[in-house]
């Protein structure tokens, strides 16, 4: 683990919120799309139980509801304007900063990793702003996402980005021990922007972010992160 000065990314993220203006024209809805059919069968049960008074089975249904509605939700950000900025990929907490191997590129990198937990916007988004080089899809296991195991042993989905200034970015979608299913919408030869939303992990899970070594990491081991808003660390080019 780095030695680094710890510096507060809830700090950084609650400045972002007050000095940069929401992004225009949000391309998704609040309510993602992957959960509208999970939403819809709660809520038909949910409903279905009250008509019937079985008050405590609809009770249950209801908070079960209230929780996929919660779980799904997919709320707009804004995007720093720091074009060397290395945005967190998803909400959640840094687990990891460390100075490895990047096992997709083979090459010495700054590994940042952020674990979500159920409670978390599970919307995943480009970290740069990039043209997606590579796609890699491994099946795995389903070991809990915090561990440092699960970047190697778990199901995952990885894509090479490279940035307009010929820096490579690895981001990888890592499945947890809920989380069974991952959803990467992007594919080589696509364009991403800063903050562009390319995949989404269902239930609880991971994302790692592997830099060139020279990147400097502004994010430290258990700090809050906010997909976009947030600042990981800074490239070097």
Known sequence: ???????????NSAVLRFRLPLVTNY??????????????????????????????????????????AQFFRDPPRRVPADAKAVLSPADGKIVVVEKT???????????????????NVHSNRSPVDAEVANAWYSAGSFVNAALDKASLENERNALQLRTPTGVDVTCVQIAGLIAR???????????LARGERYGFIRFGSRVDVYLPPDAKPR???????????TILADLAH
Not at 39 to 47: D, R, S
């Open 27 to 68: 391309p998704h809805p609040i309510l993602a799309r992957e959960g509208w059919p999970f939403l819809g069968i709660a809520l038909v049960i949910a409903v279905a139980l009250s008509l019937t008074t079985w008050w405590p089975l609809a009770a249950l249904a209801w908070l079960a509801a209230l929780f996929i």
């Open 1 to 11: 683990m780095l030695g680094l000065p710890r510096r507060s990314a809830v700090l």
């Open 181 to 191: 299913r991952i959803l990467c919408y992007a594919k080589p030869g696509d364009k």
């Open 219 to 229: 994010a430290a081991v258990g700090d809050k992160v906010y997909a976009t808003e």
């Open 101 to 119: 191997r990047d096992p997709y590129l083979d090459r010495e990198a700054l590994k940042i990793s952020v674990f979500m937990n159920v409670f």
